[in-house]
């Protein structure tokens, strides 16, 4: 199993961009799909955005367009670029492999 350690997170006013970082302990080339969640406070942990090994992404209606997934297989490590930032967008934002791994968390917050 691989651990997954996020980094990138803090606090930016809204309208502004953040870049989240997710990297593995281990090879990240044979996992089919990549992911990042968040789990805001009182709420459900829902989707953000997947990426399979082939570079497919997918993105629900309310990140489309402003956030952007990508994978670095040599290097083991997945991003997550955030634009035009709405307060809605805070949580704690969660990096997943397929494998069932989840790693700690990273926090952000957007200022309105």
């Known amino acids: 199993q691989v651990q997954l350690v996020e980094s990138g997170g803090g606090l930016v006013q809204a309208g502004g961009s953040l870049s989240l970082s997710c990297v593995a302990s281990?090879?990240?080339?044979?996992?089919?799909?990549m992911a990042w969640y968040r789990q805001a406070p009182g709420k459900q942990r829902e989707l953000v955005a997947t990426i399979t090994k082939r570079g497919a992404t997918h993105y629900p209606n309310y990140v489309k367009g402003r956030f952007s997934i990508s994978r670095d297989n040599a290097n083991n490590t997945v991003y997550l670029q955030m634009n035009s930032l709405k307060s809605e967008d805070t949580a704690v934002y969660y990096c997943?492999?397929?494998?069932?791994?989840w790693g700690q968390g990273t926090q952000v917050t957007v200022s309105s």
């Open positions: 281990g090879s990240i080339f044979s996992i089919n799909v």
């Open positions: 997943y492999s397929t494998t069932g791994n």
